[in-house]
């Protein structure tokens, strides 16, 4: 499976300011994902990162608080701006390989933990 | 709106005896199920992955589906302590993954 190198893995920053989360894989790969998960809370898909095209957002997420880069098949960026204290979560870079009936299994890279103050 | 729901425990096991998780999900579309497990601090890491009705065992861990109950397992035998931590379940499609809050399983020495 594909390795996934995330940075930084953790950060404290300022209220209103921004952070930038990158995210580089060891392999070219077609899908590549951000997620969330709260404190307490499961994982939540921010939206899907497209090479050379703008990110699909899921509900409740958009671009312009989270906007995302693909730049190539093995590199994405994750920015969170504006920064609130309720930012403050994990964020994790996955990539997904196709099984049978087309699902995506997904690997995870370690997380970002984000604070918020 | 796609649920998976898990009972968030904790749930706490004595070494050596079967944990058992569940989940159930709200999507008769899903077609295909997945366990990570996620150590405190850790990203989640796939440990199972089930498509069909029945079970399907790996090691000491056995997926359980039942499409019918939407329902899926896991069954942990010979519990450890290095098995103590959040299991997630997750199911879906083509569309993408939904999952769980996780149970909390704890393994008493």
């Known amino acids: 499976s594909a390795v996934i190198s995330q940075k930084p893995s953790r950060d404290i920053c300022q209220r209103g300011t921004s952070l930038t989360i990158q995210c580089q894989v060891d392999?070219?790969?077609?899908?590549m994902f951000w997620y969330r998960q709260q404190p307490g809370q499961s994982l939540t898909l921010i939206a899907t990162?497209?090479?050379?095209?703008?990110?699909?957002?899921e509900s409740g997420f958009v671009i312009d608080k989270f906007p995302i880069s693909r730049p190539n098949l093995t590199f994405s960026t994750l920015t969170v701006s504006n920064l609130s204290p309720e930012d403050s979560s994990i964020y994790l870079c996955?990539?997904?390989?196709?099984?049978?009936?087309?699902?995506?299994?997904?690997?995870f890279g370690a997380g970002s933990r984000l604070t918020v103050l | 709106q796609k649920e998976v729901e898990q009972n968030s425990g904790p749930l706490s096991v004595p070494e050596g005896a079967i944990a058992s998780l569940n989940c159930t999900y709200s999507?008769?579309?899903?077609?295909?199920f997945f366990w990570y497990r996620q150590y405190s601090g850790k990203s989640p890491e796939l440990i199972m992955s089930i498509y069909s009705n029945g079970d399907k065992e790996d090691g000491r861990f056995t997926a359980q589906l039942n499409k019918a109950s939407q329902y899926v397992s896991l069954l942990i035998r010979d519990s450890q302590p290095s098995d103590s931590a959040t299991y997630l379940c997750?199911?879906?499609?083509?569309?993408?993954?939904?999952f769980g809050k996780g149970t909390h399983l704890i393994i008493q020495p």
């Open positions: 392999s070219q790969v077609t899908m």
């Open positions: 996955s990539v997904g390989g196709t099984v049978q009936s087309g699902a995506n299994v997904l690997t």
């Open positions: 999507d008769r579309g899903s077609q295909s």
């Open positions: 990162a497209n090479q050379g095209s703008e990110a699909t957002y």
């Open positions: 997750a199911g879906g499609g083509a569309d993408g993954l939904t």
